[in-house]
């Protein structure tokens, strides 16, 4: 189960993913006991609360060594480090989790550490003897370490599936600013373009994750990643421009909600319809038209100020209006003087030739 990256619990599981990232010195210890065929029980933290549930055991501490610290594994207790997993705290301890704390683990080691976890909010880490897996417990959020080899190779897929939606997304939004000129666009466009960009930012954030559980050995997928990214910000424009208005509700949290329906799998045109405002889509809504304000158009033309964008949206409404103004009309607009409205004016005839020209 995986949380918001505002979660206490996501942000400490990213801190533990790059703390085990290959080429770490807690990843080597792990890749020691792996190899060996032993399996282990490691809880980062000696919290109070690890305290209430320790028995037993002797103290070591002592800085992490990973050969070390695969030695201690050959005991069958668990293992405490401390918080910043640089020090060996205790060895060969009994852990005594509460037995009524739900686990659907059926090992020993696993069931320890996943009722450890839930119990006192520190990370766990079980060793599978058997399948020579590694698997993390972040209170709720269970993950198994992957191994190098397999995650390269899923974030190559990952940025050959982020190229081609890319593609895909720039066509669609190519088809948006035609349909925007003609005064033609409908609901199920504007979420069908919202529905694209965000499965981008899914793949994105995989291919980030890759790149951080695979800590140095990443370099290069972030560099693959960072040579494909597009520009991202007409999707939040996009919601600038056609959301509905309404008491306590904002671009910004229309953007947080499509985020949330896009991680629990619910994203798709009537849910996006119904965020913005419009409600779900129908036959007859679903071909409605509906008028954009003009802030994803203003922003492609160069050199305009955000605070000129938003007087210009201001005064005129809607990106229709904004169209049919004359250089003098748009001169009367607070902050743009003669010389800025020619530029505006004949910038955006010229983005309309040019859009209408590649049909």
Known sequence: MRGRKDDPNEIKFIETIKMLAPGTVLRDALEYIVAAGTGALIVIGDDEEVMKVKDG????????????????????????????????????????????????????????????????????IAVSQRRSSVTIYVNRIKYVLKDPVTLIAKATLALQTLDKFQQVFLKVMKDLTVQEFHDSVTISDVALAIQRGEMIHRICGEVNRFVMELGKEGRLIAMQLNELLIDMNEEM?????????????????????????????????????????????????????????????LNKLPNLPQPVIEQIVSNFGDFKRIMSADIKEMGTVPGIAEVRSSNIVNGLNRLKEKYLLEQ
């Open 57 to 124: 055991g002797f103290r070591i501490d002592r800085q992490v060594i990973p050969s070390h610290l695969y030695e201690l594994t050959k005991m069958d207790g668990a293992i405490i480090l401390s918080k910043d997993a640089g020090k060996i705290l205790f060895a060969n301890v009994t852990l005594q989790p509460g037995t009524n704390i739900y686990t659907s683990e059926s090992g020993t080691r696993h069931r320890a550490a996943e009722r450890i976890s839930k119990q006192t909010g520190v990370v766990t």
């Open 237 to 297: 424009l996009l919601i600038k421009d056609y959301y509905k208005r309404r008491k306590n509700v904002n671009p910004e949290s229309i953007h947080q909600e499509i985020t949330e329906l896009s991680k629990s799998g619910k994203l798709n045109i009537n849910t996006i319809s119904n965020v913005l405002g419009f409600g779900y889509v129908t036959e007859k809504t679903g071909l409605k038209t509906i008028t954009p304000r003009g802030y994803r158009l």
